[in-house]
């Protein structure tokens, strides 16, 4: 019913926030093009992502859910010179998207995006990176809670996680839920609860996305 005045207001903040982007703004292009959903974080999202990285001082980013690039690229440009950030796709189509992208915003050489299922790519992780020191968890939300346990592996101490979608109109709290995407959520929040190696909270959002929200946390 007040999505017409969250839209609103998101594009008043963004008009004064983050104005005359053409390089994200080629990127959504893009990735319409190419009929990618437009399920990305919205621009206020992505720029509270760049910001986050930018005060933790995050040299070394993992993304869980590339899609077309376009938050690779918001939390891309928070790093420094020798930053880099993995990003990790199922969807040969969105990552080829998302190559193209991150090339048109000159970020090439800070980021490599890792093509298979998450679940799959996550272990080789260990081996070959540096423990990471952000986290975004933003692919299928059934494996949330496999995504959050990885995470906490891949994570050095101070780390910070973030895992999107998490209310999902409300949805959230409905405990018979058959909804595989909520199940995965609350199934994520139970082990944030039993796990005490994070510290997290929870943040309802409303804007360009609908209704929703995301968890944060930072590593012990
Ligand atoms: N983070 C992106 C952004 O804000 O621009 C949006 C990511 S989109 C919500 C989720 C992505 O996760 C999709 O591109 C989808 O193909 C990918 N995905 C789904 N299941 C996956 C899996 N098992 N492993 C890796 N990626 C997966």
């Known amino acids: 019913p007040n999505n017409v005045i969250w839209n609103d207001v998101d594009e008043y903040f963004v008009e004064k926030l983050i104005p005359n982007d053409p390089i994200l703004e080629n990127v959504l292009l ?3 093009q190419a009929g990618l959903p437009s399920i990305d974080v ?3 999202q992505g720029k509270l992502l760049y910001l986050l990285a930018k005060i933790k001082g995050a040299k070394n980013i993992l993304e869980i859910g590339t899609l077309g690039g376009y938050s690779s690229i918001w939390l891309a440009r928070a790093l ?13 189509e969105h990552a080829k998207v998302a190559k193209q992208n991150i090339i048109e915003a000159k970020l090439q050489e800070k980021v490599e995006i890792i093509i298979g299922k998450a ?8 081996e070959s990176k540096p423990l ?9 939300k059934p494996n949330n809670p496999h ?3 990885w995470a906490l592996k891949l994570a050095s101490s101070g780390a910070l996680i973030i895992v999107d ?13 058959q909804d595989e995407s909520v199940k995965g959520v609350r199934e994520l929040l139970d082990l944030i609860t039993t796990d005490s190696r994070i510290d997290t909270t929870a943040i309802q ?13 930072v590593v012990k």
């Open 30 to 32: 893009a990735n319409y």
């Open 42 to 44: 919205s621009p206020t």
């Open 80 to 92: 420094p010179e020798d930053g880099k950030l993995t990003t990790l796709e199922i969807s040969h």
């Open 119 to 126: 679940l799959d790519t996550l272990p080789t992780l260990k």
């Open 132 to 140: 990471f020191d952000f986290i975004f968890i933003d692919a299928d």
């Open 147 to 149: 995504y959050l346990k």
């Open 165 to 177: 979608n998490v209310v999902r109109n409300g949805e959230v709290i409905y405990e018979t839920s």
């Open 205 to 217: 959002t409303v804007g360009l996305k609908g209704y929703d929200g995301f968890v944060i946390g």
